[in-house]
């Protein structure tokens, strides 16, 4: 069964203190995989999309690597204003459109 | 361009009222989508549309019904709702070449 699971479910840092945090998956093939960050009251908001093993994305302070199990959202020196849950979602290969979507880490930066 | 926008934004219901939930997008993606979202439950596929004309149900369709009105819009019925529909619903695009989701702020609905 197609499947993504994100760790850990909560994340406390202080300003300036990098961490990473992790997407694994299981599926039949991948065609691609997504980051995404949600606000408390919002919509997610897409970040990265990897689509093959060895691939990385850079964003101001975060950067996402893919391999064939998992991927890492690594977070360089964090600030307040990067407190928000961050989503992994996976697209398995296939015809239809249908992404299957982690739970989420929920980022708390303290200044 | 204001990509997804979702009306309205709050709503509140009372068992067995009606209401549709209305997506509009700007993106010119061919595919649309609803999801819901519930506290550790995560997102969760209600209905999608790869093209105008067409809908499929997702991972939880019961009690809803989908129309894509043409390729920009594609609304949420719920005809009769129940506390468990209680959530917040969240519509989006996908982009054919990227693979790419994007969404709109959501509807936080309160069934009472």
């Known amino acids: 069964e197609d499947q993504v699971t994100q760790s850990p479910e909560a994340l406390r840092l202080q300003e300036g203190e990098s961490s990473s945090l992790n997407c694994s998956y299981t599926?039949?093939?991948?065609?691609?995989l997504f980051w995404y960050r949600q606000d408390p009251g919002k919509g997610p908001e897409f970040l990265f999309t990897?689509?093959?093993?060895?691939e990385e994305k850079e964003k101001e302070r975060l950067k996402a690597t893919l391999t064939k199990k998992e991927s890492f959202l690594h977070i360089t020196a964090p600030k307040p204003e990067d407190s928000a849950t961050y989503l992994c979602?996976?697209?398995?290969?296939?015809?239809?459109?249908?992404?299957?979507w982690g739970l989420g880490t929920s980022l708390a930066v303290n200044p | 361009n204001a990509g997804v926008t979702q009306t309205p934004k709050f709503q509140v219901l009372k068992t067995g009222q009606s209401m549709t939930l209305q997506c509009a997008q700007d993106?010119?993606?061919?595919?649309m989508y609803w999801y819901r979202q519930d506290p550790g439950m995560g997102l969760r596929l209600i209905y999608y549309?790869?093209?105008?004309?067409?809908?499929d149900k997702g991972e939880v369709p019961n009690g809803y019904n989908v129309s894509r009105l043409n390729k920009r819009e594609f609304s949420l019925r719920l005809e009769s709702a129940a506390p468990s529909q209680t959530s917040v619903y969240f519509c989006?695009?996908?982009?054919?070449?990227?693979?790419?989701?994007?969404f709109g702020p959501g509807t936080r609905l309160t069934v009472t």
């Open positions: 989006a695009t996908y982009c054919d070449e990227t693979y790419e989701q994007y």
């Open positions: 993106m010119n993606h061919n595919s």
């Open positions: 549309s790869a093209s105008e004309g067409t809908t």
């Open positions: 599926v039949s093939g991948l065609r691609g």
């Open positions: 990897l689509y093959s093993a060895g």
């Open positions: 979602a996976v697209l398995p290969a296939g015809n239809n459109r249908k992404l299957i």
